[in-house]
């Protein structure tokens, strides 16, 4: 039985290109194991805060000397952290904002990229702590960013890749619907991006 978590970050929800996209790779992974459990974090509907001093100085002071506010403050962030241990494949849909990813989801990885909890350090420098799981990007986009001269404005996916890949995830597909501002593309890409799905 696979344990799997959907992270949405697309504020809009009907017309949401990435949440289709997002949607149709968790149903290509419920296909291939019928018995999955997803979990989804839908965040913008409960959106992780922006990062404040509070935050950072829980996460860097023992608990033991935690203040009520910040026993509660850690206690959240442990809480999302245990849902990406507990998963087996993790599903992110990611639209392309101002050449990066959603606050939300930047807020997101703020409360999550912790050491002792998805990263270590030990003798030999960093060591992700979240072993033997799968990744899949969901990432769209109005303009082209996975080839030509605009590549190099892209800094969602290997973001997204560089982050995970600091956890210690290094199994990571992406599924991109590109061009969806192109007249021409935009028709079809999609549509084409979903039929290229693809569950290994």
């Not at 190099?152 to 890949?165: A, E, H, L, M, T």
Request: overall charge negative; proline content about 6%; glycine content about 4%.
């Amino acid at each position: 039985m696979k344990q799997i978590l959907h992270i949405i970050s697309s504020p809009r929800v009907e017309v949401s290109a990435s949440r289709k996209l997002g949607n149709s790779v968790v149903e290509k992974i419920q296909q291939k194991y019928p018995d999955s459990i997803v979990k989804e974090r839908d965040l913008t509907k409960k959106p992780v805060p922006l990062l404040e001093e509070v935050h950072i100085n829980t996460f860097f002071s023992p608990a033991e000397s935690h203040s009520t506010e910040q026993q509660s403050i850690n206690t959240y962030s442990e809480n999302l952290i245990s849902e990406l241990h507990e998963a087996d494949i993790i599903v992110i849909d990611s639209p392309m904002y101002n050449f990066s990813v959603p606050a939300t989801l930047r807020a997101y990885f703020d409360f999550t990229s912790r050491a002792g909890y998805t990263f270590k350090y030990d003798e030999n420098g960093p060591k992700g702590l979240l072993n033997n799981k799968k990744l899949y990007i969901a990432f769209t986009s109005g303009n082209i960013y996975s080839e030509g001269p605009y590549q190099i404005y892209d800094s969602n996916v290997p973001y997204i890749k560089n982050i995970f890949g600091f956890y210690g995830v290094s199994d990571i597909i992406v599924f991109r619907a590109e061009g969806l501002a192109i007249p021409g593309i935009m028709e079809s890409s999609l549509e084409k991006a979903i039929e290229s799905i693809v569950i290994d």
